[in-house]
């Protein structure tokens, strides 16, 4: 049927609408795409601080474990680790047995390095290994450092604790469950100096807190 003169013609309105549908669709097919990604993401670093914060719990709990199976008995004996290896970093502890010297002629050597000598509070993969207080637990594959810079300051890499990372057993193959690290420090052996009393108490329970606290220990007066 011939459109009559004078009437306005709309031929292609209807492929400019297609068009413009099929723009919209794409913009909202991406931002979906863009809104999964995100939360697939996001899942994924959930997850992994989930597992972390697992092993941290765990690394925690076997710290406490072996602290109670090797320190636990009262004739046990704690030492740093640096008196008898040069090499280790001050702070890490060694538990031995305590022994009754012979009337005549100990050897204290032999009785420090032999049975006696329990081992390390550190995490340690191989732990079939007789404990040697000569050598530290060895990483088999990877170390970590828990004490660095921000704790004992920038430019003593001496003082600064790296351990062994034990790895973890996934159930699945496929996935990997991480691994965990341990160390237990000797508080006993460090010069503590933020337990001196105030000057002035103000209450009866400040006055307690300075009957129990230790004197100043005069650190305002130590140099570097």
Known sequence: ?????????????????????????TV????LL??????LRSAGQDSAMAVARANARLALMLAIGELQKCAGP????????????????????????????PSSSPN???????????????????????????????????????????SVGVGDPKREISVPSVAIASAK?????????WVVLDEGVKGRINLSPAKDATCPAEKITQVGAPARNGFKDISS
Do not use: C, E, H
């Not at 909202?28 to 931002?31: L, N, R, Y």
């Not at 863009?34 to 939360?39: D, F, I, K, R, W």
């Not at 009785?111 to 390390?120: E, I, V």
């Open 1 to 25: 049927m011939p459109i009559p003169p004078g009437k306005p013609q709309s031929r292609g309105f209807a492929l400019v609408m297609t068009l413009s549908l099929m723009v919209l669709l």
């Open 28 to 31: 909202i097919v991406v931002g």
């Open 34 to 39: 863009t809104l999964s990604s995100v939360a």
């Open 74 to 101: 009262d004739k046990r004996i704690t030492a740093p680790a640096n008196l008898v290896n040069p090499d280790a970093a001050p702070g890490i502890t060694g538990v031995w047995q305590s022994w009754r010297p």
């Open 108 to 150: 204290y050597t032999l009785a420090k390095t032999g049975d006696n000598f329990l081992g390390y509070l550190m995490s340690n993969p191989n732990r079939t290994r007789k404990p040697d207080p000569a050598v530290l637990p060895q990483a088999s594959t990877s170390a970590r450092r828990l004490v660095g810079p921000g």
């Open 173 to 181: 193959p496929t996935l990997s469950s991480g691994a965990l690290s």
